[in-house]
């Protein structure tokens, strides 16, 4: 069972905001209504796909389907822009300022990555513990994932498009 798209299907509000600059806001309400302590979204995750959900479970969480729409409207944005808006300011930043330190701290990201996966890949590279080696290796991921990012866009399948 795909828990997100059965979430999206019962509170899509909810749902996007999982996967925006408010996921840690959605998932404490979530975890709230489900009851699970110190809630995080394997844990809820679980609960869907064990079919632990009750009807008032089911109740509650398109309660808060309903709220966040209410404060999408009493705000007069949608939860989906925010992370479009984010990306879009930091550009606009990059834009005013003429900074060349987003450029520069791209090339570093860029050749740490292709520097020390070159280095594994033919076996040149000192022996690390694995434990330190897998945490390096997972910074540098999300590092270049983060500034691929920033110069290319999101990696979400959603269509870009400026909010209305």
Same mark, same amino acid.
């Given at each position: 069972?795909?828990?997100?798209?059965?979430?999206?299907?019962?509170?899509?509000?909810?749902?996007?905001?999982?996967?925006?600059?408010?996921?840690?806001?959605?998932?404490?309400?979530?975890?709230?209504?489900?009851?699970?302590?110190?809630? &995080?979204? !394997?844990?809820?995750?679980?609960?869907?796909?064990?079919?632990?959900? #009750? /009807?008032?479970? *089911?109740?509650? @969480?398109?309660?808060?389907?309903?709220?966040?729409?209410?404060?999408?409207?009493?705000?007069?944005?949608?939860?989906?822009?925010?992370?479009?808006?984010? &990306?879009? !300011?930091?550009?606009?930043?990059?834009?005013?300022?003429?900074?060349? #330190? /987003?450029?520069? *701290?791209?090339? @570093?990201?860029?050749?740490?990555?292709?520097?020390?996966?070159?280095?594994?890949?033919?076996?040149?590279?000192?022996?690390?513990?694995?434990?330190?080696?897998?945490?390096?290796?997972?910074?540098?991921?999300?590092?270049?994932?983060?500034?691929?990012?920033?110069?290319?866009?999101?990696?979400?399948?959603?269509?870009?498009?400026?909010?209305?």
């Amino acid at each position: 069972m795909d828990w997100l798209g059965t979430l999206k299907a019962l509170a899509p509000t909810v749902a996007t905001c999982l996967g925006g600059p408010l996921a840690g806001a959605a998932v404490s309400a979530l975890g709230s209504i489900l009851g699970v302590p110190e809630p &995080t979204q !394997d844990k809820i995750s679980q609960m869907f796909q064990d079919g632990q959900l #009750t /009807p008032d479970h *089911l109740a509650q @969480i398109r309660t808060l389907e309903i709220q966040y729409q209410n404060d999408e409207k009493e705000r007069g944005f949608r939860y989906a822009d925010l992370q479009f808006k984010d &990306t879009a !300011d930091a550009r606009q930043m990059l834009m005013n300022t003429h900074s060349y #330190t /987003p450029a520069i *701290l791209t090339w @570093i990201v860029v050749a740490a990555f292709i520097g020390i996966e070159g280095a594994l890949l033919l076996g040149v590279a000192p022996k690390v513990d694995d434990i330190v080696l897998g945490r390096i290796l997972a910074t540098l991921d999300m590092s270049l994932a983060l500034v691929l990012g920033f110069w290319f866009g999101s990696s979400n399948n959603q269509p870009r498009q400026p909010p209305k």
